[in-house]
């Protein structure tokens, strides 16, 4: 592989606080140097003109579906870590709701095989009970050995206290964070929407907020419990549950949180007469609680910009909203939308705003990456920080088109994506 | 979103899922909202003319045309006066039900959609167990479809026929329909609001002609949120003060179908909105009494009220027709006004 030089950018690297003109030198699938400009030497390089241009490293997002094992109709480890590319993502953590649910080592490992053709570093999120049904643990110590970087029945939330308890105190044993997805099933049975006047109106049944918020603050209350327990929040979406989180932090318990996209960009309005796109769980909420989710995310309590990339086959969307199933694919737009909404419109600093997509989630679930640094993996993301664009969903590399910011116009736009030292996207 | 920094989706539309999309037919009745205050008064008109003419001269109009009636839920009702008024008209109609059909081996709404107009079919009458199927098999059929009924969402030819129902009962004409022609008219909607597309259907449609809605009924089956119906929707929950302040009262049916778990105390419903003689007597002596059907005689109604001279239920159902005949006729003239 061809060293590559990364010329005239402004590196941007929210983990070392680095904010300045350098130029980047990847060689042999890490960061071989970072200088100022001109001053690196390397005649055997491929040169990359970054004037104008942001280098970062690769985004990392820790909670993506890729479908494979078993349903690779909707997407594969190949086209979902393309997509992941073309976002600038170079490291995704795969929830474990593919078939079968990935419970063994073996599953682990097969989803990390080369074999897969990944364009990005794949890190495979365990299931915490076998298969995923809330019962008996599995194996932690082996999943971890066997590259799993934490352990979910998300989609399945783990409703047992008992097995909570005794899931958390497993994974504090050997350092994994047990990440939920917040929902009460007992109390949301049949539900598509948010609860509210808009469900009503379209003859929905609701999702109220305590649905979730009450199974946060039930996982805080066990995880007071647990010595060294980690317990991470996936896709935040109410007020009242962030609450619970900020509270939590500050009582000096170890808990991360990640917000969507979707859940900053987009209200229940999206539904409109009943557009499976903005079907989703958590579902898209209020007004207030959409603005809840970017002061959490401008006041430090969220930990990570998460996608939740969720793609179903056309199909499977074109159907009655309350037979479709949930999620939206959320790659492509994850930056645009944070640059759009958190940098340009509410003035978070650009690295305030990247840190959200590298360093922070790779620290939330303990990845190495998500800095960018000599010696560091050679994952960079390099986009053009003003650069306006309209996302297409019919040109997108994920094999599924199911997202309802299709024709959106954005800011901030994907020019170069090197995963481990090699060029995965370009535009 | 319509600021100029932040994203925006004034970009053109482009969508995936638009290519396979039609626009929607503008002969469809899907929601009540879509039919303007003078679509409603032509809508009447045209029940009445349909009504008066000569049966045989009225089978011509649609002579052989196509009508597919597509039922996913069980109906009495709402089918058979669809099918009489397209039939009344001359269309061949054709009924497919979820337990005679493919829809048992697991068919989607769009492929049956597809299916029937491959056969010909030029409007389909759907009734659907979901909220909103509608748009979905107009879009991906491009017919006009008719709602006979979906989920919890609504039924607006229900509405328009218990609107002819009331204007009867007020002796008011069709053609004096306008915004202003039910003013100071209050209708009582009282039991299962929630799980109600009639309710639903009538509080979009009753209010936009100077009518008041009041909903009444327990916390469980009527949330706080059912008052963003819109304007002229408000709650009350003693169904004798609400009846105290109605010229036309509606009860409704407890959908045990669609109570997904929930626990209702009958004794105490019965006992705080059951239609009963003592309470129609005493606060709604003359009040016409509505109700869609199907009656659970005894629960929500007592045999006295639901046969007495107040009861509206056959008018409504006797009106169910010439509504029908006149959602056809539009729906297959291509919505024209």
């Known amino acids: ?427 | 979103m319509a600021e100029t920094k932040g994203p925006s989706r004034k970009a053109q539309k482009l969508s995936t899922l638009s290519l396979f999309q039609q626009p929607i037919h503008p002969g469809s009745a899907i929601s009540a909202m879509n039919f303007s205050v003078a679509a409603v008064r032509q809508i009447l008109l045209a029940a009445d003319a349909l009504e008066r003419e000569d049966p045989l001269r009225r089978a011509k109009r649609l002579a052989k045309r196509r009508v597919a009636l597509l039922f996913y839920e069980a109906s009495t009702r709402t089918r058979t006066s669809f099918e009489l008024a397209a039939k009344a008209l001359g269309a061949d109609t054709t009924l497919v039900s979820s337990l005679s059909s493919s829809i048992e081996k697991g068919e989607t709404l769009k492929d049956t959609g597809i299916t029937l107009k491959a056969l010909g079919a030029e409007c389909i009458i759907l009734r659907s167990p979901y909220s909103g199927a509608p748009y979905l098999l107009a879009q991906t059929t491009g017919l006009p479809v008719l709602n006979a009924g979906d989920g919890m969402a609504e039924h607006p030819s229900q509405a328009l026929l218990d609107l002819r129902t009331i204007l009867q009962r007020l002796k008011i004409r069709a053609s004096a329909v306008n915004e202003k022609c039910l003013r100071g008219i209050t209708l009582t909607i009282c039991g299962d609001v929630l799980h109600s597309r009639v309710a639903r259907s009538n509080a979009l449609l009753l209010p936009r002609l100077g009518a008041r809605i009041i909903f009444c009924g327990p916390e469980e089956l009527l949330p706080e949120s059912a008052t963003a119906m819109g304007p002229g929707v408000s709650i009350e929950r003693d169904f004798d003060t609400a009846l105290r302040q109605s010229q036309v009262a509606m009860v409704l049916r407890i959908q045990a179908e669609r109570l997904a778990g929930l626990k209702i105390d009958l004794d105490e419903y019965r006992r705080r909105y059951q239609a009963n003689t003592e309470r129609i007597a005493a606060c709604a002596p003359k009040t016409p009494i509505l109700h869609p059907g199907p009656i659970i005689r005894g629960m929500e109604i007592t045999d006295e009220v639901a046969d007495g001279p107040q009861s509206a239920i056959a008018a409504q159902v006797a009106n169910g027709v010439p509504v029908r005949m006149a959602l056809v006729a539009r729906a297959l003239k291509g919505g024209r006004r």
């Open chain 1, 1 to 427: 592989m061809k060293p590559l030089l990364i010329r005239g950018g402004r590196v941007v690297d929210p983990a070392s606080g680095q904010d300045a003109m350098r130029d980047v030198l990847l060689r042999d699938g890490k960061v071989a140097a970072i200088e100022n400009p001109g001053r690196i030497h390397a005649a055997d390089a491929e040169v990359f003109d970054a004037k104008g241009l942001v280098v970062a490293p690769g985004l990392v997002d820790i909670h993506v579906h890729l479908r494979e094992p078993g349903q690779s109709y909707k997407e594969t480890i190949a086209t979902g870590t393309a997509a992941a590319a073309a976002g600038g993502f170079t490291s995704v953590c795969a929830m474990p709701n593919t078939i079968p649910v990935n419970d063994t080592p073996e599953t682990v490992r097969w989803m990390q095989s080369p074999e897969r053709g990944a364009s990005a570093r794949v890190f495979p999120i365990g299931a915490a009970t076998r298969g995923s049904m809330g019962e008996a643990l599995t194996d932690y110590a082996a999943l971890r050995e066997a590259g799993a970087v934490a352990v979910t029945d998300d989609g399945k939330p783990i409703l047992g206290d008992a097995i909570m308890l005794a899931a958390l105190r497993a994974a504090a044993a050997v350092e994994l964070p047990v990440i939920q997805h917040a929902e009460d099933t007992r109390l949301t049975g049949g539900c598509s929407m948010n609860a509210g006047a808009l469900a009503f109106r379209l003859g929905l049944r609701g999702m109220s907020v305590e649905a979730e918020s009450s199974l946060v603050e039930r996982d805080l209350d066990l995880l007071r419990q647990v010595r060294r327990g980690h317990l991470h929040v996936a896709h935040l979406s109410t007020s009242k549950a962030l609450n619970a989180v900020r509270a939590a932090r500050r009582a000096g318990l170890h808990v991360t949180c990640e917000v969507t996209p979707h859940h900053f960009a987009l209200t229940e309005e999206s539904v409109g007469l009943y557009d499976t796109n903005a079907k989703m769980n958590p579902p898209l909420r209020g007004e207030a609680d959409r603005a809840a989710m970017i002061e959490g995310l401008l006041d430090g309590t969220v930990d990570a910009i998460a996608t939740d990339h969720a793609p179903h086959a056309a199909h499977e969307k074109q159907q009655e909203f309350e037979r479709a199933p949930n999620g939206i694919t959320g790659l492509e737009t994850a930056l645009g939308l944070a640059i759009s909404i958190l940098h340009i419109r509410h003035r978070m600093p650009l690295a305030g705003v990247l840190a959200l997509l590298t360093s922070r989630p790779a620290q939330a679930v303990g990845l190495k990456g998500g800095s960018l640094s000599a010696g560091s993996p050679g994952d960079v993301a390099v986009f053009d920080p003003a650069a306006r664009w309209v996302f297409r969903a019919a040109e997108s590399r994920s094999k599924s088109k199911n997202t309802p910011f299709d024709g959106w116009e954005m800011q901030g736009r994907v020019r170069l994506t090197v995963s481990q030292g090699r060029i995965v996207f370009r535009s």
